[in-house]
Each structure stands twice: as C-alpha cells, then as structure tokens.
C-alpha cells in the first residue's frame, strides 16, 4: 500500500530563510506527488503537483520541489521565506487502487516563521 | 467564482447520533471527493463520486455513506456516531474524472466542516 513520511512535525524557520521540507513515499511504480498548503480555518490548497518528466516541479507561491526517484523523495524548497508562509504543509501521493483520484496523504509539517 | 462550499462549519452530535455533511463543488466540476482529518494527521480518503455513482472508497466502515446529486452535490453520512469520529470533514471537487487518468484529476478542497461527538 502506498505511505507517505513528512519525518519533521515542526520546523522553525527565520523570515528571509531557505526552507526545505521531507517528503518520503513508498510506491511500486512511477507515483503522482502533490504538495498541499492549509491555513488554519482554510482548505488545502495545491502547491504544486509531479507527474512525469522534468524531476524539478515549480509551484505557486515560489515553492519548488525535487522529485528523486532513487531516494524516494519529493521535498519541497523555497528560497526565501515571508510570514504568510507559516502553516501546515501536506504531502501526497495518489492511490491507485480502484481506480478513484484519493490521495494519501502524509501527517504534515508545521512551519513556524520566525521574524 | 465561489471555491467549494460545505456546511455546516461546525457541528457538535453525541456518539450514537447520525449525521448529514454537505458540499457543494466549484462550478463546472462534476467529481466530489471526501476526506477524514483527524487532529494532528493527515487527511484520509473516504469517498469519490463522479456522476453520482461511487467510483472509489478508502478504508471506512460502513457507518459511512456518500451520495452525488444530478446538481453534482454531494452528502456525507455517518451513523452511529462513536467518539473516534470527531475530525475536521473536507469535501474536494475536481472537474472530471477518468479511470485512465486517475490520480490527474487536480482536486480543490472547501474549508471543511468541523464535527465534535461528545
């Protein structure tokens, strides 16, 4: 069955920073990858999404990701951070089973902006 | 353009209780998806309905029950409400949905609804 790992639950980050967040799935083939923001009292919003072909994923909100298949890995980057970055950050994988679009979702990490 | 709406926004049951969750989706999206988000975790899949046949479930008893209607809503259902229910209830729509591109289909997500069982 497909997992996703986010190892840091809380990461504290100085405004101006460069922030990288972990992101871990297991999949046996080639996964979709989502990277989702939430806002307290908002819905997830979608950062950015890897299908297939150029492993480096731009986002909104100028966030990147990389997606390396022999690590398993999809972090999401960001070069410089402002205030209104801090939130809970999702990453997920599609489910394949039964054919439907339901993501799995991994258990987040809260970013915390420092000024 | 109104995102996806759902309501109520909060909602206090005592376990045994029914309850009825409601979401409309972005105009023009005809695939409603449900997700559970327990305090502290990630969300998790429950349902996804696309002309108003079920065309994926996750891993939920089924106390739980979805429908879609022609309007392209959806209800959430949950019966015999046990204390393990309590979670915040997101509904995401999505334009269309494909078997052979499952898993494409960019989801948008409501701002949920927040249910307590006491």
């Known amino acids: 069955a497909q997992s996703v790992t986010q190892p840091d639950i809380h990461i504290t980050v100085s405004e101006g920073a460069s922030l990288e967040l972990r992101c871990n799935y297991s999949?046996?083939?080639?996964?979709?990858l989502f990277w989702y923001v939430q806002s307290p009292g908002q819905g997830l919003q979608l950062l950015l999404k890897y299908f297939s072909g150029d492993t480096l994923v731009q986002g909104i909100k100028g966030f990147e990701a990389e997606f390396k298949r022999s690590q398993s890995s999809f972090n999401l980057r960001k070069p410089s951070v402002h205030w209104s970055d801090a939130a809970e950050y999702f990453c997920?994988?599609?489910?394949?089973?039964?054919?439907?679009?339901?993501?799995?979702f991994g258990k987040g990490t809260h970013l915390i902006i420092q000024p | 353009d109104a995102g996806v709406t759902q309501s109520p926004t909060h909602l206090i049951k005592t376990r045994g209780q029914h309850v009825t969750l409601r979401c409309s989706p972005i105009s023009g999206h005809k695939s409603v998806s449900w997700y559970q988000q327990v305090l502290g975790q990630g969300p998790q899949f429950i349902f996804q309905?696309?002309?108003?046949?079920?065309?994926g479930r996750g891993n939920f008893p089924d106390r739980f029950s979805a429908r879609q209607f022609p309007n392209y809503s959806s209800e959430l259902n949950v019966n015999a409400l046990l204390l393990g229910d309590s979670a915040l209830y997101l509904c995401?729509?999505?334009?269309?949905?494909?078997?052979?591109?499952?898993?494409?289909?960019?989801?948008?997500f409501g701002a949920g609804t927040r249910l307590s069982v006491l």
């Open positions: 309905y696309y002309e108003k046949e079920e065309r």
């Open positions: 997920a994988v599609h489910t394949s089973g039964g054919g439907a679009d339901g993501l799995t």
């Open positions: 999949y046996g083939a080639t996964p979709y």
């Open positions: 995401a729509s999505s334009q269309r949905y494909e078997r052979s591109s499952a898993g494409k289909n960019i989801q948008y």
